[in-house]
């Protein structure tokens, strides 16, 4: 089973930057890794996925502001936040799955991302 454990969270500025990171224990070379989030009273949305071929999706609210990479070595996933809002504060969450499409099979515990303007 893989395990999966998030950091890299804190609190910063409107407009700052952050970068998450994922370590994962467990074989996850064939499987697609992924970066969700939840706000306080909304739902847990997906933010981006990368495949096992490195396919690299993007939900469209933050795309051209967060880049996702895999480091298949060192079984790690990370996202690259920048230009950052107070509407990204949120727990980010770290999640492994067969094909993206499934659903996530693990998830890490979260990392807390604040943003204050």
């Known amino acids: 089973q893989v395990r999966l454990v998030e950091s890299g969270g804190g609190s910063v500025q409107d407009g700052g930057s952050l970068r998450l990171s994922c370590a994962a224990s467990?074989?996850?070379?064939?499987?697609?890794m992924s970066w969700y989030r939840q706000s306080p009273g909304k739902e847990r949305e997906w933010v981006a996925s990368?495949?096992?071929?490195?396919?690299?999706y993007y939900a469209d609210f933050v795309k051209g502001r967060f880049t996702a990479s895999r480091d298949y070595a060192k079984n790690t996933l990370d996202l690259q936040m920048t230009s950052l809002n107070s509407e990204d504060t949120a727990m980010y969450y770290c999640?492994?799955?067969?094909?993206?499409?499934?659903?996530?099979?693990?998830w890490g515990p979260g990392t807390q991302v604040t943003v204050s303007g």
């Open positions: 467990g074989d996850t070379s064939r499987s697609c």
């Open positions: 990368v495949t096992s071929a490195y396919f690299i």
């Open positions: 999640s492994a799955d067969d094909d993206c499409v499934s659903g996530p099979q693990s």
